[in-house]
């Protein structure tokens, strides 16, 4: 099992994403990311999000809000993931030149024709309501297979 976050900070109608094209055998290569990534041990879902969204961006989450959890089984090829997905819309500091790619602010509405996982496409606009989700969504060989969500 691997547990890991997922953070969106937001901004005037735009998204801060990551674009994965700097790390060697990323399974995410070539993917537009939120920010986030795995647990250390003893993290909070809060905590891993802090301190991964200090680590790939330079900033500082001043104000968090949890969206969702959705459940990856077998993502990998090896294990299940557990992703807790979180909203910013407060933060400071300065944008560093992340490790893992190239960050920009993309235009809320760009956000879809960007090349995503395909999961993506269908819980981003999720991101925008009011309410909790838990969601499951199956992937085989790097494609959706199926989905299934419950909102709260």
Request: hydrophobic share 40%.
């Amino acid at each position: 099992m691997q547990l890991a976050t997922l953070c969106y900070l937001r901004q005037n109608g735009r998204t801060l994403m990551l674009h994965r094209i700097k790390k060697k055998n990323d399974m995410h290569r070539g993917k537009w990311n939120g920010l986030g990534g795995k647990f250390e041990s003893g993290e909070t879902p809060e905590a891993c999000a802090l301190r991964e969204i200090r680590e790939e961006s330079g900033l500082i989450a001043d104000h968090m809000q949890m969206k969702g959890f959705i459940t990856f089984p077998n993502f990998d090829g090896q294990r299940d993931w557990y992703v807790f997905l979180f909203v910013v819309n407060a933060f400071h500091g300065e944008m560093i030149d992340s490790p893992e790619g190239r960050l920009a602010w993309i235009e809320d509405e760009e956000l879809l024709n960007l090349p995503l996982w395909e999961g993506d496409r269908v819980f981003l606009p999720w991101l925008d309501q009011d309410r909790f989700f838990s969601a499951r969504f199956i992937y085989r060989h790097g494609r959706l297979i199926s989905h299934r969500v419950e909102f709260y």
